[in-house]
């Protein structure tokens, strides 16, 4: 039963309106005494000649109380309608109860392909925390899409291709020890091309050497690709070690390599199209008109770009997925790189090129010093997410020494807690690390609402009877009508986060939700002797229902939960 939709099509009879325009305009009041749905009537202020708090007044006559909705009352201009909250309780919680951990999905999604490009590391670079920011969104994007109903196909692009590579193998050659590579390969490869550059500064004609090299991997040479192929596969060997961790996996790790051979076809079809012009040399579409500048296709020496390369990709990926949407998961320091491709192909005359968005994520700032490892400026992630782990260990073992599962459960609980912070406020925003608000159990934060899900598992645990049929007419208090109008608001956070692209509304319904929970929990004992039998029946359905809503939009934001903490 979906108590908005029903509500809209009472107003919608009583006003004339059409269910669209009320639709479009009711709200959720401020506060939950005002009633659960709002109709702001100064809407019809114009065609009826009346002054809003006189149609609400006159509206809330032609409306009389059903099985669902109990009463409308006229709030100043507003006509605020009250659900009937033990008719709503059992609606909404027999609902989760049934549907588990499908409560709260859709169909509408329905063949329809969302492609999530994320992550995206560099081969033989170290794995940086702007990567870690992209990973946690794209990831949330991806469940929260599949949680509509949509095909969502997830995109590593690994940044495997590029001059660079001719500069990796030259060092190699001179330098590179198989052995000490092997052991720490991010590291010791990272070394040898630093090494490069210095070298280079001295002596310019290893720039020379590493252009060869670099062409011989283009034409294919085998001992160049031989190299390349296993620094790539000695990369993602580490990758794959921190998506483990995180409980991250790829349909496509098709990087930038992927597109060498596609990329002709792509010169010649701008060509053919007009589109390119000389500049200096280089090949380039003009982007004047809209107040970029050009973006290269060809440098003077005739090598691609990474833009070229993200053209072709895209066509590929219009061909091979057919997609709806194709989300590009980069932070905003990207975000012209992104406006002048689309605009390419735009130019071109591609379609699809209105279904590519750029979802840009703000940067990660570092207070504390003391936060981790630095090497450069380079915060390694691993030694980030080990941290949280450990820390989260110190916190378990003095809070609850008798746990069984200390590891497994700090595991969770430490990067849960990472991820959170990634997810907290709207990508944009610069996010400032901080261990003590991460890992505060009370504050906004991971552990809180990991907590507040354990709690209700305990209770559920503690308890010996079902909580089927229950009496829900015996919970209508505040604070049990508010915890299941949060559990109700689930779906709508998912949809707003799927529309705009952010996660975070999914953080921030989780949060709410967990606050809830715990104000019921504080409000109403459930376990105590002198509780009635029937009322502990039907509170217990509230903690079973509450469980399984925490547990569903934590794992929408990438975040798993524990059993006891
Ligand atoms: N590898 C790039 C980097 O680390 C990110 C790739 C973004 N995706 C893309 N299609 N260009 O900066």
Redesign the pocket.
């Known amino acids: 039963m979906d108590y908005k939709e029903y509500t809209i099509k009472k107003i919608a009879e009583i006003t004339e309106l059409s269910q669209e325009a009320v639709s479009s305009i009711v709200e959720i009041p401020p506060e939950q005494k005002l009633g659960d749905l709002a109709f702001p009537c100064f809407i019809l202020a114009k065609t009826l000649r009346k002054a809003p708090p006189i149609i609400a007044k006159e509206l809330s006559e032609k409306f009389s109380g059903d099985t669902y909705i109990e009463r409308a009352e006229a709030v100043g201009g507003y006509l605020n309608f009250f659900y009937n909250r033990a008719q709503f309780t059992k609606d909404i919680v027999e609902e989760v109860l049934e549907k588990g951990e499908n409560y709260g999905k859709s169909q509408i999604g329905e063949n329809k392909t969302v492609l999530v490009?994320y992550s995206?590391?560099?081969i033989a670079k170290p794995f940086h925390i702007?990567?870690l920011f992209s990973t946690a969104v794209g990831h949330s994007l991806s469940r929260i899409y599949k949680q509509l109903g949509y095909k969502v196909e997830s995109l590593n692009?690994?940044?495997d291709w590029g001059t660079q590579f001719g500069k990796l193998i030259c060092a190699y050659k001179k330098w590179g020890d198989s052995e000490v590579i092997a052991k720490d390969p991010i590291n010791e490869l990272l070394k040898i091309y630093v090494k490069f550059h210095e070298e280079a500064e001295a002596n310019p004609a290893l720039e020379d050497e590493a252009r060869e090299y670099f062409k011989k991997l283009e034409s294919g040479d085998e001992e160049a690709t031989g190299l390349w192929q296993h620094f790539r596969d000695l990369s993602l060997v580490e990758f794959k070690r921190v998506y483990d961790m995180l409980g991250v996996s790829f349909d496509s790790y098709a990087g930038?390599s992927f597109y060498t051979d596609k990329m002709p076809e792509v010169v010649d079809i701008l060509r053919e199209k007009n589109l390119l012009e000389e500049s200096n040399g280089a090949q380039v579409v003009d982007l004047s008109e809209l107040n970029e500048p050009p973006c290269i296709i060809l440098k003077s020496d005739g090598a691609t770009i990474?833009a070229t390369r993200?053209i072709a990709?895209a066509l590929y990926r219009h061909r091979t997925y057919d997609f709806h949407k194709n989300i590009?998961v980069?932070?905003t320091p990207?975000a012209l790189?992104f406006k002048q491709i689309f605009a390419v192909m735009n130019k071109a005359g591609w379609e699809f090129a209105k279904d590519c968005v750029h979802v840009n994520f703000g940067l990660v700032k570092f207070p504390d010093k003391k936060l981790s490892t630095r090497h450069g400026d380079v915060v390694f992630l691993e030694d980030v997410l080990n941290e949280s782990v450990n820390k989260t260990l110190e916190i378990i073992k003095e809070n609850s020494p008798s746990i069984e599962n200390p590891e497994e459960v700090s595991q969770k609980i430490g990067i849960g807690a990472i991820l959170y912070t990634f997810l907290k406020n709207s990508r944009e925003k610069d996010i400032v690390f901080s261990w003590d608000s991460m890992l505060d159990f009370e504050g906004e934060s991971a552990p809180y609402v990991q907590y507040s899900y354990a709690r209700g598992k305990s209770i559920l645990r503690r308890s010996n009877i079902t909580a089927r049929d229950a009496d829900f007419s015996l919970v209508t208090t505040d604070e049990e009508y508010a915890l299941v109008s949060q559990l109700n608001g689930f779906l709508d956070a998912v949809k707003d986060a799927a529309e705009k692209n952010e996660p975070f509304y999914v953080n921030r319904y989780v949060t709410n939700l967990a606050r809830q929970f715990n104000k019921f929990y504080n409000n109403c004992p459930i376990l105590k002797d002198d509780v009635d039998e029937n009322v502990k029946k039907a509170r217990l359905a509230l903690v079973e229902a509450s469980c399984h809503v925490i547990k569903s939009a934590l794992y929408l934001l990438g975040i798993d939960t524990v059993e006891s903490m």
């Open positions: 490009e995206s590391p560099n702007g990567h692009h690994l940044g930038e990474y993200d990709a590009y980069v932070g990207q790189h």
